[in-house]
Structures are given as structure tokens and as C-alpha cells.
């Protein structure tokens, strides 16, 4: 007879308006695997995971759990029927704390809880896992490795017997990453069975068992881990396209290049009041790409906005151009030529509700302004965005459309290009390859190095070591809001400076 | 890549759409309501035939429809302008009271001055009584950060006293046999009224200001900045988007406009400053304004529909013997109906 899967999808077709979103999905899932759902982003697969969750309802097709039919209506029966998701955004309780936070999701829960009891509870399934956290800690104190533990105890306890992850490493340290698969380990081992989502190719041949490639809504194949190769699951992801990723296309800037930013000393208050910035002096030319390495929450935050004019110096001078710009407003900074590609660009960098066209000229509508200010010249701005898509090969195919219906990948290429088209003479650039796909990744490379040869200075912050010197024309290290090291990329490595951002080595 | 697999159904969710929605909500609310009639032994079909009836069926009916708009359209007006930023302004009571106090103030002062002169300087006073009012609680916003919700209602409470305390005191009429009200005003001091009807020269502001409305909020950069600031202040802030400015100017010109619903109904209506100048006319804007998701157009449509429940709402207790509270409940369930279903289209169900 033949093996009843673990999970089957049957026929899945699911569309948004004017989207197809999942296309005749056919998938088989297995007890205790790993399995990995690897697609570029807008593939599908955040949708597909949550029809599985109960979170959408397919337009057509079946799933079936150990052979039976299911109807996963909502979240809850979802969670009746063992399946639990781990989102992106935690869905945590940031006052509570972490006992209170699991306590709250469970379905049995006694009016009174015994907290020792819960906090035992929560031991055990702790250690067998390797999900420590310290149960007393309130949730807003916790990393967010810590919290993502917290989630994947609070599903254990309350019973699910199938973790989905979607892109659960897009939030997490390089090490933290190692962490959570070998958290994937233990739990395949004792039977449960992991649904994991990504894009990075690296990821899954870390941690999968078998891998199921979508491609624009449609499974392009499902393959054996064992069986494959980081090409053949790159060649299924992306079809036809190239794979070639010239990190390497690095001239050296011509004729003479004049500073554009030079930060004196600057220091600047943290958000709870500490010193986010200690003493940090550095400046950067046109047509220079100053890489900044650092674990994020380092200062990198309070960089940014000190030179954009978010954040008042405590002491020291940021001088733009040679001008003393401390006291500048942020839209007399702008107005000077400098760009920022904001770390979170949904959260930060657009209006999510407003239309493409409408978030494309969000940081340099003072060019359309027609009548002294008074109107914007809506005719101009189309023209413009409509070249500014065609140049940049922007997957938008409205304009219309607000920016909420875009994937977040999209979201941030949008971004990225807005602040690149309006010809800034500075950029900063946070994590300017976050969470992008492969071919996306490239395009945004691709983009900075072309905006170094354009003259543009740019500060690239990122936390990937190999983006960092492969682009960098000099490096800075920062740890605790000091500015720990500064390098041309060929006088250093990556030890040298994981160990500065680390603060394992003094500077 | 999406560009590839696009089009497959589009649902509409344009303006036509949302007018389709909103109408189906509000017939709901009417159903709920007629039922209810219907257990307390009431003819629903009777109530709302008299509700109707009385608001449209007659000449009579339908001037003093437009004399129920003005403020209706004003206040609301006064709430959908912050609203545009996200701000939550229930203050046009007060602000109404502080615009009829000051206006009151300039014709008591200045009532012999020449009718050319004296109702234009009347309007400004007018405007700016509510303006103050209003720019007042967004300045605490900007500067103190104090929510704009609690100032705009607490005030609300101040300006009724305000107005109780000037004509139970230093204004009031010598000649009024003791009743808390002011002298009347001179005829200079009176906004002109259409023909024999109580319909007077408010109902042209108020068809201004939202005309100004459409257009400010659709074709200006400030309209542009303000839908920013609304959507994601985050992101305007970093865009420069001066949003502290936005915030005291919202309030100012949203109150100025309460405040001349104010100055029009001690002006052409009473004649005089008084309590109980306006029967919640503030309160009746931010339902016509929220009811109209702050739409221009929605204010004008939304101002007319409640303008026949309150005007209905005397006719069914006069007919029916039924409370005037029953409109109140229309009201009310609409309400709730409305932002419900707004609600529940968020959470994605
Ligand atoms: N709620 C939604 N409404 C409209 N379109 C959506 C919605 N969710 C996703 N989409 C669209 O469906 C496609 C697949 O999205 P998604 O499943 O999030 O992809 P992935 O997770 O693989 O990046 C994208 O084109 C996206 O824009
Ligand atoms: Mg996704």
C-alpha cells in the first residue's frame, strides 16, 4: 500500500485581485522532516503557508492530514489540528513576561495558573529543545532570537505537532541562525515535523531534509537535500535567469573627489536615554563607497539619524559639504542631496496606504511643486516615475496600486530606487540587501556601485560581512556606539572584524 | 514577475464601491431598528414614513433641513481636517461655543459699526474663536504631547461654561427678566437669511469650506503631505514633512470652521448668545464626519441623512408617541455598523 504523507495539499489555487498568488500546488509533507520551501519573494509562498495556517482560504483544492481531509478554516482549527506558525512578527506581549506570554496561549488554561508549574512546563521542553530563555524576563527585554524561542516554546506547550517558520532567519545574527537549525534537529528527532520558508539557498542545504521549489505560484519541484546541488535549487528558483553575481566590479574612483559628509566628534542620546553615539568621527567623500560593519543596535540606528537631522548631537558637528549642518531641519538635509534607504522601509519609508506613484516622490516632491508650493504637478511626477520604472526594471506593474499590496521585497526596491534616482550626493544605505532574493540582491549591488561611479558617497550599513568587503572602499567597525576600527578592506578580514563588532578583540 | 501573472479577477474597491457599502450599512442599521419598533408593538413602516415625511415632504420640512446641515457640515468639517493626519478631534462643541462667544463679543462691542464692515469682521471673529479653541489643543499635542482626544473633549466642557458664565453674568441683558441671555443684536450684526426661510448665509459657508476641503486635500502638495503624515508619520517625518506645523494648523482651521457654524447660529439664528445654542451640533459633526470616512463629498450626503433623522426625530415623538432617543439609537447602531465593519475589513476577515 502506498505511505500516507503527513500533510498533503491537493490542487491549491489561491488569487488576490489581479494576483495569482499559489497555482496547483501539489506538495507532500512528511513526519519528522525538514522541509524547506524555497522561492524567490512574491513566489507564493507566505500565501501558501497561510492557507495552511487558516489564515486564507484556497479558491480550489484540498488538504489532507494523515490521509483524512481537513478544513482549516481558521487559526484555531489550524492550532486543533497541530499545525502552529512562527511569525515574523512575534506575537508577544511586550509588558508581560515570558511564562505570562506562553501562559496566554494556551487553550487550557485554568483561571488561576501556577506560575512554578508553568515555569516547570516550560523547562522541560527547554532543555530537551535548546530553547532556553529565562521565563521571568519581561518580553520586551528579550533579542529577538530570544523571542523567536519563546514562540517556538509557547507552540510546543500548546501542542502543535508542525512548525511552520516563515523566513525566520530574515531577524537573526549569523550565529543565532545556527542556533535555530540545530533547534530544527532536535525537534525532527523527537517527531516533529518542521515547514521552513526562505530564499537563501544557504540555508536550506544548512538544515533541510527534502526542499520544494515555487516559482511565481507554481511548485517547480520537490528534491531530496541529499540529492541536489546550491546551482540545480538556484537554476528551480529563478529559471531562465543568470546566476552570475559580480561581486567584483570595483574601479577605483576617478579624478579628485571632494568630503561630503565629516562627522566631529558627534554624540548623540540612545532612545532610552544612554549614549548612542560616543565620540564618532569619520567622513566620507563622493564616489566612496564607507562600508559600516557592526551587530545591529550598535549605533548604527542613531548614525543615520543624527546625519539625516532626526536626532539632535549631544556634542560634536556634522558638517555637510564643509557646512555645519547640526542644527539643519530635516528637509533643508534633504534638500542638500542627502538619501537614506531606511533599515525597515515599509515601517520607515513609505505611506503604505498611498499609491506607488505617490510614494515614489515622497522624499523629493519639492520638484514637482507648482504655484510657489501650492500644487504638485502630477503630469511631471508620472512621466518621471513611469522612466524611473522603466530604468531600474522596478516589478511594479501599477502604479496605482498602493504600496500595502506590494511584496516586501518590492517594498524595498521601491524604496532603493527612489532614493537613488533623485540624484542624492549622499547615501545611506541600511541594509540595502536585507531579505532580497538573489536576483534582487544583485540589482541592488549593482545599483550602489553604480552610484559610486556617479560621484555619490555612500555609507553602506550592513551586517553581512561579505557584502560589506566586496563593495567597501573602507570599512568601519562599530560596537557599542563607538566607531572600533577603520580599514581599507584589504588591510583586514573577516575575523579581524567580527571580533571588533563582537567587542571580543580591544580596538 | 508579477507583471507576468497579473489580472486575473479585480474586484472594484474604487469610491462607487464604497458608496454601495456604506448605503447597504446604513439600510441594515434601519432594518435593526424597524424590527425593534416592531416588538414594541410601533408600525416601523409608519415611523419612518413620518421620519421621512416630515423632513422631505414639505417646503417648511426641507428649509429647515438645510438649516440643520449648516452646523452638521461645518463641525464635521472641523473634524475630518485633523482626522486627514490621523488625529482624533471631538472638540467642535466647544469650539462652536468659543466661535458664538467671540462673534457674540464683536456685535455687543461693535454693533453700531456699518453692516458692510461689521459681518465680515463678525465671520473673522467667528473663525477665530473656534481657531484658538482648537490650535490650543494642538499645540499641547505638538509640544507636550498630550493626547488630542482628552483636550479637545475637556474643553469642549470649559467653552460650554465659558458661554454659560458670560450671559448668566457680565453680558447679560438688563432687559431679559433675568433669563441667561444677551441683548439681541443689532440688525447690522445679523447674517442675512434666504427669502422668509430660517436658511441663512452659514449654509454657504459651509458649502465652501467643503468644496475648499475637496479641493485642498486632492490637488495640493499640503493635501499630498497631509495624507502622508495621516498614513505613516513615521515615514513623513523623515521625508521633512513639518508634522508639529500640520498638527496646530489642522486644529486651527478645523475649529475656525466649528466656530463659524457658532457665529451663524447666534447670528442668524438666535440673534443673541445663549444657552443651549447648538443641540450637539459638534457631537452630530464627528458622527457625519467619521460616518463619511472624512470624504468631502460623504459630509455633504451623511449631513443630509442625519439632518432628516433629527428633523424626523420631532416628528415621530409629536405622531407616534414614540421617544425622540429612537433616532438617537438610528444614529448610534449606524455608528457602530459603520466603524465595525471598518474594523473588521482591517483585521482581514
Ligand atoms: N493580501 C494580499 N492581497 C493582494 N496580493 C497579495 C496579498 N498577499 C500576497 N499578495 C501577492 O501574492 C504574491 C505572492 O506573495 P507572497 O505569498 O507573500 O510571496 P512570498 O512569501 O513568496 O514572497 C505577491 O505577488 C504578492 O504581491
Ligand atoms: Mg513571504
Known sequence: ?507 | MEARMRAITRVGTGQPARLIRLMGMVSFAFLAVGIFLWAFGKNPVRAYGEIFQGALGSTYGLTELLVKMTPFILCASATALPARIGLINVGAEGQLHTGALIATWGALTFGDLPRGILLPFLVILGFAGGAIWGSFSGALRTMVGLNETISTLLLNYVAVLLVEHYVHGPWKDPASFNWPFTAEFTEAARLPTFGSSRVHFGLVFALTAVVVLYLVLRKTRWGYEMRVIGDNAEAARRAGIPIGRYIVLTMFIGGGLAGLAGMAEVSAIQGRLRPGISTGFGYTGFLVSWLASHHPIGIVIMAFLLGVLALGGDMIQINLGLPYSTVNIIMALIFFIVLGSGQLKKMGA
Open chain 1, 1 to 507: 500500500m502506498e505511505r500516507i504523507p503527513y500533510l498533503r495539499l491537493e490542487n491549491i489555487t489561491k488569487t488576490f485581485p489581479g494576483v495569482l498568488a499559489n497555482y496547483s500546488i501539489n506538495l507532500s509533507i512528511e513526519k519528522s522532516e525538514v522541509h524547506a520551501i524555497l522561492g524567490e519573494n512574491g513566489a507564493g509562498k507566505s500565501t501558501l503557508m497561510k492557507i495552511l495556517y487558516g489564515f486564507y482560504r484556497p479558491d480550489t483544492g484540498n488538504i489532507y492530514l494523515d490521509g483524512t481531509p481537513v478544513d482549516i478554516r481558521s487559526p484555531l482549527e489550524a492550532s486543533r489540528l497541530g499545525i502552529g506558525m512562527v511569525f515574523q512578527n512575534f506575537m508577544l506581549i511586550p509588558a508581560f513576561s515570558v511564562v505570562e506570554n506562553i501562559a496566554l496561549a494556551l487553550p487550557k488554561l485554568n483561571v488561576l495558573f501556577k506560575r512554578s508549574e508553568m515555569e516547570e512546563r516550560m523547562a522541560v521542553v527547554a532543555d530537551r529543545y535548546g530553547l532556553s530563555v529565562d521565563p521571568r524576563a519581561r518580553v520586551w527585554q528579550l533579542s529577538v532570537g530570544e523571542k523567536q524561542r519563546v514562540e517556538i516554546v509557547k507552540l510546543l506547550l500548546s501542542g502543535a505537532r508542525m512548525l511552520i517558520f516563515d523566513e525566520p532567519t530574515s531577524v537573526l545574527a549569523p550565529h543565532e541562525i545556527e542556533g535555530l537549525f540545530q533547534i530544527f534537529k532536535n525537534l525532527t528527532n523527537d517527531g516533529y515535523t518542521i515547514l521552513f520558508i526562505t530564499h537563501k539557498l544557504r540555508e536550506v542545504m544548512a538544515c533541510a531534509d527534502r526542499v520544494t521549489v515555487l516559482r511565481r505560484g507554481s511548485v517547480v519541484g520537490t528534491v531530496l537535500r541529499s540529492d541536489t546541488t546550491e546551482q540545480e535549487l538556484a537554476y528551480m528558483m529563478l529559471g531562465e535567469q543568470s546566476l552570475h553575481l559580480d561581486r567584483s566590479t570595483k574601479k577605483p574612483p576617478e579624478g579628485r573627489s571632494k568630503t561630503v559628509l565629516e562627522l566631529k566628534g558627534v554624540e548623540v542620546s540612545d532612545d532610552r536615554g544612554g549614549l548612542g553615539l560616543k565620540e564618532v568621527s569619520f567622513s566620507i567623500s563622493s564616489g566612496e563607497i564607507v562600508g559600516v560593519a557592526g551587530v545591529s543596535g550598535n549605533g548604527q540606528k542613531e548614525l543615520g539619524e543624527v546625519v539625516l537631522g532626526l536626532r539632535r548631537c549631544r556634542a560634536g558637528s556634522v558638517l555637510l559639504h564643509g557646512n555645519d549642518a547640526t542644527q539643519w531641519s530635516v528637509a533643508r538635509i534633504l534638500g542638500e542631496g542627502v538619501a537614506c534607504m531606511p533599515e525597515d522601509p515599509l515601517v520607515m519609508g513609505v505611506a503604505p496606504g498611498m499609491t506607488a506613484q505617490e510614494n515614489m516622490i515622497l522624499t523629493d516632491r519639492m520638484n514637482y511643486f507648482r504655484h510657489g508650493g501650492l500644487f504638485i504637478d502630477w503630469k511631471a511626477v508620472r512621466a518621471e516615475v513611469e522612466r524611473r520604472v522603466e530604468n531600474f526594471g522596478l516589478p511594479i506593474p501599477n502604479l496605482d496600486t498602493p504600496v500595502i499590496a506590494l511584496s516586501g521585497g518590492n517594498v524595498q526596491r521601491l524604496v532603493f530606487v527612489r532614493e537613488v534616482a533623485r540624484r542624492p550626493s549622499l547615501l545611506i544605505a541600511y541594509y540595502p540587501t536585507r531579505g532580497l532574493d538573489l536576483a534582487a540582491t544583485k540589482m541592488a549591488n549593482d545599483l550602489l556601485l553604480a552610484c559610486r561611479e556617479a560621484g555619490i558617497a555612500v555609507l553602506l550599513i550592513s551586517e553581512d560581512l561579505e557584502e560589506l568587503f566586496s563593495l567597501s572602499d573602507r570599512l568601519i567597525v562599530m560596537h557599542r556606539g563607538e566607531v572600533v576600527g577603520s580599514f581599507k578592506p584589504e588591510e583586514t578580514d573577516r575575523l579581524e572584524v567580527g571580533l571588533l563588532m563582537t567587542g571580543s578583540k580591544a580596538p
